[in-house]
Each structure stands twice: as C-alpha cells, then as structure tokens.
T-cell receptor, first 114, second 110 residues
C-alpha cells in the first residue's frame, strides 16, 4: 500500500520559469492538501482539494500559484514565473472521505529557484 | 480551530519517557487533539489523536485532562530517532485544514 507519492523530490528552476509539483494520494483517498514550508519556518496551509473541486484556497498566494486535482491523475501544484522567495519544501497530504482520519503526508518536493 | 501552546524545546535522555505538554484552553466540545511530528526534512507524520479519553497506540500515549484544556503526549521509551518537531493541533471537523503552530523541538540525547 503505497503512501502519498510526490514528485519530483527535488526541482531546480531559474527565475521566471514554471514549476509543476505532482502529488498522488494514497489509494482510496479523495482529499488532497498542499502545504509549504519555507526554510527554518513552519508548515503553512495552501490549498485543499477534492476531485475536480477546490474546497479551500485561503492559503494560496493570489498570483502565480494554482492547483488542480483532476478526475484522473495526480494533483498538481503549479507555480508560474517562479521567484527566489518560492524556494521551499512543498508537502502534500491526503485523507479519505467520510469520518476523519489523520492525514498522510508525502515526502515533499524541494523547490530551489536560482 | 482552537489555538495551542507548546514549549519551544525539550530534551530527553535516550530510553526515558518523553512527556510533551500542550495547552488548548479554548478547545470546543467537538474538537479533537491531534499530534504530528516532523523529523528533519521529512513530511509530517501522524502520531495519535483523541477527543476526551486517553489513547494509546504503538507509537505513543495521549493523556487529555478531564476539562480538556491540556494534554500530554508520552513517548514511553524515547530513542535518538524520536528527535523531531512535535506538533499539537486542535482540529474541529472533517475536511477542515490542519493548522500547524511552531511545535516543540524534542532532542533525545544519548
């Protein structure tokens, strides 16, 4: 039973390029959450998605960031025109529908903008 | 979701019990207490959760006071691999986002 899979593990982008981070939830999980952790800082919620729906995007920066969770395939966090301040670890978590369970987190994607 | 207060850091000797406190004095009746930890550079790991009864699993025990205003996470026999940041989170209901605070840095020393 594979856990939450995130790829790539490490991503290097030049300023102005686009970054695409992928998250495949655990089997049977239909809810995905994205978090960002800046260097030496805590985990900050970004967005919560269910299949084909954004439920809560209150933590998403207003510009350049978008997320989707299509009917088929992984959830994608997309950062357009990256800047140095986007360098961080991005974690994805998933949970099943129905009664609440603890979230399962992936190992994260470390984005470095040069 | 209710706010939590945790000590910034704690040390524990290897093999001894680690007791991590958390205050959540504004917790509501339908809010659970969750504990996660983050070992350096890894994704957070779920440890345990409870509503009002004490809970135990293979990783830890959770003791919640009768008034539910505070709780303690107990790692019965801490090892060096338990060195991590431990987060106490009060979480209201299914679907709501988890909000992480600063947590407690636990250092287990040999």
């Amino acid at each position: 039973n594979a856990g939450v899979m995130q790829n790539p593990r490490h991503l290097v982008r030049r300023r102005g390029q686009e970054a695409r981070l992928r998250c495949s939830p655990m089997k049977g999980h239909s809810h995905v959450y994205w978090y960002r952790q800046l260097p030496e800082e805590g985990l900050k919620f970004m967005v919560y998605l269910q299949k084909e729906n954004i439920i809560d995007e209150s933590g998403m920066p207003k510009e350049r960031f978008s997320a989707e969770f299509p009917k088929e395939g992984p959830s994608i966090l997309r950062i357009q025109q990256v800047v140095r301040g986007d360098s961080a670890a991005y974690f994805c978590a998933s949970s099943p529908g129905g009664e609440y369970y603890g979230y399962t987190f992936g190992s994260g994607t470390r984005l470095t903008v040069v | 979701d209710a706010k939590t207060t945790q000590p910034t850091s704690m040390d524990c000797a290897e093999g001894r019990a680690a007791n991590l406190p958390c205050n959540h004095s504004t917790i509501s009746g339908n809010e659970y207490v969750y504990w996660y930890r983050q070992i350096h550079s890894q994704g957070p790991q779920y440890i345990i959760h409870g509503l009002k009864n004490n809970e135990t699993n293979e990783m830890a025990s959770l003791i919640i006071t009768e008034d539910r205003k505070s709780s303690t996470l107990i790692l019965p026999h801490a090892t060096l691999r338990d060195t991590a940041v431990y987060y106490c989170i009060v979480h209201r209901e299914y679907g709501n986002k988890l909000v992480f605070g600063a947590g407690t840095i636990l250092r287990v020393k040999s």
